[in-house]
């Protein structure tokens, strides 16, 4: 039986926070080669096969027109202080020139800032679900000043509900933000669709990307951003340290350094909530290959603010995984990945271990306390609902796929099944 994992305190936050001001953008350090990268002169092919003279990248990306740039300069923490407020840097980012590689992943070269301007008010109501800050919730103080220090320390509403920020502190699309997190600077991208109202309270979902790659690539790849459109939620795009995720056995600087992006996760949830009406009781998270293995680790040691979680292209590795409460999860793999290879093992360019997408699958079922019979969906998707808790375990295995589910061999689209099971699998 796994034992508790305790999760460290999250360091004191200096909010750096974008949308509201014009010109911001993270630094950016340069990527050294990690397990997994690719070097000069090798590509990736279709299917994640690797073509001699290169190595694979563990997130299944292949950078031709550029290098990925993440993780930006590190910087002195910040603190934040007893009423809550911080100070915070936004910008809006555009993407910039999308470099392909053939069969792989597309990396983004660069973006553009936009300005935007804060708007004034914020004190709408809060939603159903909608998360009391500590300290209070913020109210929006009007326009930003010089710096980006958003005005704070709102009073909570009698009876416990809290006031919900105005929305339209983001602007419509793509805000570029940084925060001091752990001795660095971190970014990240929030898109908010048109069609997101102030005052109402919204499903969050974070999209972590694989290894090597970056917030604008995943954005520009996974669909979500589409699914986002459709049905009125906001997307968080983060940067990992050096374009990794610190998933415990893989990958990068994330790994080596032991950095701490549960703690980052949780920070730029409490960040966008106070600038955005999120509905706390749906706050998912997913992501791709590293992206999909710390998605993983988020279900282990953070169930108590992610409602549910969905997986492409990677393992449980997380160990021991005790999350809070059982929690719902998805997982796509490819029958044909020869990175992280479906039946399990060390194989890959990234030589770490994995136990098999059914093992996988094995583990999430005992942790969640799962009985009786798989019940097959969409077509290719094996799901244990009679859970503890009313939550449900769901693999997919996909045929003539490689490693990048996404453009699947059979047509299913991860963000419309995820967005299905997320819907179903609120916070308790």
Not at 101 to 127: D, E, F, L, Q, Y
Not at 135 to 152: E, K, R
Not at 220 to 239: F, I, T
Request: hydrophobic share 30%; net charge neutral.
């Amino acid at each position: 039986m796994r034992t508790a994992r305790a999760l460290g305190s999250m360091p004191c936050v200096a909010i750096t926070l974008c949308a509201l001001i014009q010109g911001c953008s993270g630094s950016t350090g340069t990527n050294p080669k990690a397990p997994g990268a690719s070097v000069t002169g090798g590509s990736l092919g279709s299917g994640g096969a690797l073509s001699s003279g290169g190595t694979a990248n563990f997130g299944g990306t292949s950078v031709t027109g550029g290098t990925t740039n993440a993780g930006g300069a590190s910087g002195s923490g910040g603190t934040v202080s007893s009423s809550g407020t911080s100070s915070s840097t936004v910008t809006g980012a555009t993407g910039g020139t999308v470099g392909s590689g053939t069969g792989g992943r597309s990396s983004a070269a660069g973006a553009t800032g936009i300005s935007g301007a804060t708007a004034t008010g914020g004190n709408a109501s809060n939603g159903t679900g909608g998360k009391i800050n500590a300290g209070g919730t913020t109210g929006m103080g009007g326009a930003t000043a010089t710096g980006g220090t958003l005005g704070s320390g709102g009073k909570t509403a009698a009876g416990g509900s809290a006031q919900c920020p105005s929305t339209s502190t983001l602007k419509s699309g793509d805000n570029k933000a940084t925060l001091q997190f752990g001795g660095r600077s971190r970014s990240y991208v929030v898109y908010v669709p048109s069609s997101v109202k102030s005052g109402t309270a919204v499903p969050l979902i974070f999209d972590f990307h694989g290894h090597g790659g970056s917030s604008t690539q995943e954005e520009s790849s996974s669909g979500w951003k589409k699914k986002a459109d459709q049905v009125g939620l906001v997307m968080v795009y983060p940067d990992g340290v050096d374009s990794s995720w610190n998933v415990g056995n893989c990958c990068g600087l994330a790994m080596s350094e032991n950095v701490d992006d549960v703690g980052f996760t949780k920070a730029m949830l409490e960040t966008v909530s106070k600038a955005a009406c999120i509905d706390a009781k749906r706050v998912y998270a997913t992501g791709m290959s590293n992206g999909a293995g710390f998605t993983q680790r988020l279900g282990c040691e953070a169930a108590d603010v992610i409602a549910a979680i969905a997986a492409a292209s990677a393992d449980l590795v997380t160990d021991p995984c005790t999350p809070a409460r059982p929690i719902s999860v998805l997982a796509v793999r490819g029958l044909s990945d020869t990175t992280v290879a479906y039946a399990g093992g060390n194989t890959g360019s990234t030589g770490w271990y994995d136990p098999g997408a059914k093992k996988s699958l094995d583990l999430w079922k005992q942790i969640d306390q799962c009985t009786g019979s798989e019940v097959t969906t969409h077509t290719y998707c094996e799901s244990y609902t009679t859970c503890a808790a009313g939550v449900e375990d769901t693999l997919c295995s996909l045929p003539n796929t490689g490693h990048d589910t996404y453009n699947n061999a059979v047509g299913l689209s991860v963000p419309d099944v995820a967005w299905e099971m997320f819907q179903r699998q609120p916070m308790p």
